[in-house]
């Protein structure tokens, strides 16, 4: 157990950027993302995202939205297959798009053209796998890949 622990605190990688994340994260500001290397519902991927600590990536901004998309395009090859879930559904209530766990309404949105549609009952929010990386809403139980956020270690809470 503690040549395990020692690893895992090994692991943790600091970047220029702000946060300490665990290793196969990137860091942006106080949060850290990964991609999930397997394909799931929305809500079964929210659930891996909590299991690792964070949730579904709720990109609150353009700068978050561009950080997301250099993201998304060093894992083309990984992603070329199917869109990505991020943090958002409007299931409880239509066209109101929510966090999850927070639950708290979206304010950023980077649609592509024509969407959302809600075509045939979209209700979960995934960023297109195409060159343009915007999003689209989507039928919650396709297999996505998904994009966890959880947020870093920051210096002042390694002191405290
Ligand atoms: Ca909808
Ligand atoms: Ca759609």
């Known amino acids: 157990m503690g040549i395990l622990y020692t690893l895992l605190l090994v692991s943790a990688i600091y970047s220029a950027e702000g946060a300490y994340c665990k290793d196969g ?18 809500a079964e991927a929210q659930q891996y995202c909590k299991t690792l600590g964070g949730s579904l990536a709720v990109i609150e901004d353009a700068d978050e939205s561009n950080f997301v998309e250099g993201m ?11 869109q990505i879930w991020i943090g958002g559904t409007d299931l409880l209530q239509e066209g109101l798009w929510i966090a999850p766990e927070t639950l708290e309404p979206l304010t950023f949105f980077n649609w592509a053209p024509k ?14 796998n195409n060159a343009d990386l915007k999003w689209d809403d989507n039928r919650c139980e396709v297999q996505n890949y998904a994009l966890c956020k959880s947020e870093g270690v920051t210096n002042e809470n390694i002191v405290g």
């Open 72 to 82: 998304l395009k060093r894992e083309h090859s990984t992603i070329s297959t199917s």
């Open 25 to 42: 994260y990137s860091s942006h500001g106080e949060y850290c993302y990964a991609l999930l290397p397997l394909k799931a519902s929305w």
């Open 115 to 128: 969407e959302p549609d809600n075509l045939g009952g979209q209700h979960c929010l995934a960023v297109f």
